[in-house]
């Protein structure tokens, strides 16, 4: 059993690790063999490894325990499993290396602060507590790549957060779609809806559904929390613009999130009604791939789009 000094990994007044904590989890990284290592051995190789005095078998086993947390080793009663990526961790520089592990570690488990302390494109630093300031000072001794690291690590945190709670209002929609269909006499059409964007996410749509007249229509859903704002907020790539704006059974669908995770739908809009608030490349060299829209809460119809236009459904 990997064992040690309890104050040698206690993170109690601060969630960053110290450049020391890392460099403890990259020797201990190090050690292990990609077929694994049993407990007893690995304890043999800390108390056995050089450092020149700076790190005691209880600091190596303290940096293995936090290389779990950091989901890089596989831990079974018998093996201790290196990840293929930490493997390859290993192989770097010390400073690109425990850069790595840092942020592989506050992407497994994201400190509170870390979602108050990236706003945007900016970082509020006083919403970092002063121990974990102290650490990442330590770490990176240039303002500026801690700032860097800390808006990598705030918009991957946002992606996955999007995403997350982009796909629970997708199934959301599909089930109101359904039950449209249903509590109208069409059980039948109500078995054709689909959520495509679990096949592709490039057709520029998430959901397909017909109306009561078999129309298909074919709907972006957009979750958002914000909507009590008089406003809906959201990213809307090209892809999706130029598929808005060739398909007239096209829609977009947004829905609200309230604090207690219940979601809400606002309504939908056309095409129509985005296209001014789009973006135009103004260069040959450039070319826009995703755009934030804030759209009036107004330029929302209740409801859902189907039944409501049936001049522009198409089978």
């Known amino acids: 059993m990997i064992t040690g000094n309890a104050g040698a990994d206690q993170m109690a007044t601060r969630s ?6 890392l460099q403890a989890a990259l020797l201990a990284g190090r050690v292990l063999d990609t077929a694994g290592n049993s407990a007893e051995s690995l304890l043999v190789s800390y108390d056995r490894l050089a450092t020149g005095g700076f790190y005691r078998s209880q600091d190596l086993q303290a940096g293995h325990r936090l290389l779990e947390r950091a989901g890089l080793v596989k831990t079974t009663p018998s093996n201790h499993l290196p990840t293929p990526e930490l493997k390859e961790i290993c192989q770097l520089p010390d400073d690109v290396a425990s850069e790595l592990l840092l942020q592989e570690l506050l992407l497994r488990e ?7 302390a990236v706003v945007d ?10 121990a974990d300031q102290n650490a990442l000072a330590q770490l990176l001794a240039d303002a500026a790549r801690r700032e860097a690291i800390l808006l990598t690590l705030g918009r ?13 209002g997708e199934e959301f929609v599909v089930q109101l779609c359904r039950e449209h269909l249903q509590q109208r006499d069409r059980p039948d059409l109500a078995g054709t809806v689909r959520r495509v964007s679990l096949q592709s996410d490039q057709l520029g749509y998430d959901v397909t559904s017909p109306d009561t007249t078999g129309r298909r229509h074919r709907m972006e859903i957009k979750t958002t929390g914000k909507a009590s704002t008089g406003r809906v907020e959201f990213f809307l790539s090209r892809n999706e613009a130029t598929v808005a704006g060739r398909d007239r059974a096209w829609s977009l669908v947004a ?7 219940n979601l809400h739908l606002i309504g939908w809009c056309p095409a129509v009604h985005l296209v001014s608030h789009l973006p135009r490349d103004i260069s040959t060299q450039g070319r826009w791939t995703n755009v934030r829209l804030s759209i009036a809460i107004t330029d929302f119809t209740p409801g859902l789009p189907l039944d409501n236009r049936p001049e522009n459904g198409d089978r």
């Open 16 to 21: 960053t690790p110290t450049a020391f904590q």
């Open 156 to 168: 991957t945190l946002d992606a996955e957060l999007l995403a997350e709670r982009g796909s629970l």
């Open 110 to 116: 994201p400190p509170l602060w870390l979602y108050a």
């Open 255 to 261: 829905v609200s999130r309230d604090r207690d995770d």
């Open 121 to 130: 494109d900016e970082v509020r630093w006083e919403n970092v507590p002063e």
